[in-house]
């Protein structure tokens, strides 16, 4: 049969060329690099999930009649990406997971500093010193636990115990995670460079279980393959989420370490203005409407993240963000990471 | 009249030039960057005993996996074509289809049905898996189109089925099973997915942990840089089984159905051991992606951001694929008609990239969009150019492999009869070629749509292709809502590898020798 061979490279080119002319007309309506004018249009690199970020975006474009552009990818790709593109990024904003990826962003003095009105809405543990970035939701370190192998009354008071011979193979860790990453560089600015590395040590030795996400640890501890595991609170809401029941119905409960252990550090998920967008009033808006009354109430029901601005009320399930016994570290002096990185890299937990 | 001939070459000189061009802008960003690391950090980088373990790793790895990919390919290539096995077609296009699913989904399935299932050999296992039709592709193209007459003067001469085996029909598949391993020695120095959801620590998961590890971007390019050399390593040692193989160039002419060999007794056994392969390759992800689906309540916002979805992953992908078509026409070309060392080396020059992870091929797209081509910068055409710099060698060869088989004869003929350089060119030579191009093209596309690194980088702002929506839902846990995106993905993919197994003719009917 010659025949089929040749008619399927025939109609496969016919599908290429319309879909070239498709291609070059969807060119003319997509997003080439904005300017920063009051254009009531803004870009947005968002390394937080459009699942939980689309909803937020839309309200905020009913509201205040600004069109929002948002790329989506993993903050740290994102933070490479705004990194690579410097001054002539089209972004406008940076809404990152996590501090870190600020930090670096701003290291390379890529963000304008945040106005006062906007920065003093927030307590000063949750914002940069510099103003050039701000925290919108904060999110807990926990030990996410399974009640069937690790009874409540048996769970370490400090996370320092995980290295303890009794828990060898049954914690689960993701080194990778900028999360482990910023609760690593508490370590060290808590307890100094030895500790920290004693500790990471002594985990490596008690032979983790390790992931490449918070979410594999999860799932496990709850389906009782693995025992214990240091996650970010917050997992806990979307795994229940994907489940249909909600966060106390899981197996996994969350254990939060008392006593201003390292192991409860809270972190947060923040945002930063880049320097082209510094008096961009539309930019600014989306940055007030982020720390105000609305979107705090969303992030506390559907991330089941903790809001940073007084008065709104905090995620159903767990302890209040006033009642955690976390570790006195300033966020600031979290962006240096470069010995954390050799800490972790040192430590063989990582290749 | 032959100066008309020859003056086409320049053109397609220029043209593979340019091409080559586009392959080696990661190569030249990476430069770039390395240099400007300055030689403390890369020492610092470099001389540690991490490398050593990462280079040990990666190249054992990639050892046993084209192996294993070799040994599956041949394998099931030689019992699909010229055994007399039951349902051999569908054997055929069983064998074809892991080429339809990502390693990063094939990995998460494996990873979430195998308590444990981790390290080097799961990493090895599921690659093998996943990348064997790269080799079994060509092999099987090969087998059809090989000259039964060698093999049976071999038994004629009395030596045994086995000896024939691995003297002559061996001998006679050799350059496709060279380039069969290359393209998936090549593939495994790139992979992030499997290695990554399994944890086998390679040059290529060490890269991504170092953009994760405090976004050290310079940690990450000197590991690449790395990887290019281990590139070249593959490049040279394939080249080298290449020349002692040209000898075997296929014989046209008459062209007779080989002698299918009786399995007996095996024959059962044999279709069993490949049903097992098939359902370890295609089973185990199937299973797990209808599971997540059925036990989730989370599901996509609607059928159609879905069909959105689609629709963009089809259009970049086919601009995607006409591009680096486009560019791999000039080189293979140039190979096949105009042999010598400048082709080889172009050639040779379009592979290195091909070994780097996506997400440097796609930051290397990014510095060139932003200093170099900014109007372009975040719009479809530069997600194509990325495309075609991550997968121009794909292109290339079925190019090469297609204009070796056309015999250059009609173009000469054509040329003295007082046609233009370029009217052959469109008349003959690409009419010739159309079916090896349209391989290679389904080769491409495939690649494109199952991309993910690069596409998240160089994609327009606000465009979704499926790639990037099963990324988006599986990094919230919402594994319900990525299931149909996982699911089109797949379907979607199953197209071009079937086109490419019509291609190889490998499903042809069975010739039925009795009745000759």
Redesign the interface.
Known sequence: MPHAPRTLPALLAGVLLLSLAACGGEQSTSTAPSSAAATKKITVYSGRSEELVKPLLDKFTQASGITVDVRYAATAAMAAQLLEEGERSPADVFFAQDAGALGAVAKKGLFAPLPADVTSRVPETYRARSGEWVGVTARARVLVYNPGKAPEQELPASVFELTDPKWKGKVGVAPTNASFQAFVTALRVQHGEDRAKEFLAGLQANEPQIRDGNGPILEEVDAGTITVGLINHYYLGELAKERGVTPDQLTAKLHFFPGGDTGALVNVAGVGLLKKAAANADAKAFVDYLLGAEAQAYFAEQTFEYPVVAGVTGPAGVPALGELQAPDVDLNDLDELETTITLIKDSGLVP | MRKRAIRLRPVMLTMAVLAVAVALLPVGYLAIRTAEAGWDKIAAELFTV?IV??AV?TVSLTAVVTAGCLVLAVGSAFLVVRSDLPARRLFAVLAVLPLAIPTYVAGFAW??TF??FEGFWAAALVLVLCSYPYAFLPVAAALVNADPAQEEVSLALGRTPWQTFTGVTLGQIRPAIAGGGLLVALYVLSDFGAV??L?A??FT??V??A???????TGALVLSTALLLLALVVLVAENATRTVGARHASLRGSRRPPTLIGLGRARWPVAVLLTATACLSLGVTAVSLVRRFA????RP?GWAEVAEALGNS???S??G??LTMGLALPIGLLVARGPGRTARLLDRLTYISHALPG?VVG?SL??FG?NVA??I?????LL?LGYAALFLPLGVAATAAAAAQSPPVLEQVAASLGRSPLTVLRTVTIPLL??G???G??LV?LACMKEL?AT??LR????DTLA?SLW??T???????AAPYAGLLVALSTIPPL?LA??A?V???PRKRNRS
């Open positions: 991490r373990r990462l790793t990873r979430s308590d444990g990554s959801t944890r620590d390679t998961r060490a991504f942990v953009f994760d590890l405090g976004f050290d971007r036990e989730g309540v989370s916002r089809v259009v970049l086919a601009a694929t006409v997400l930051l990014v510095f932003i900014y109007p910068y975040q719009t479809p055409w194509a159309a079916p191009l349209g391989a093209a389904a596309f690194p998240l980088l327009p702002t606000g465009t990037t988006r839902s990094s919230v846990a919402a594994y319900a809502a086109v019509a291609r003719g499903l042809q009917k």
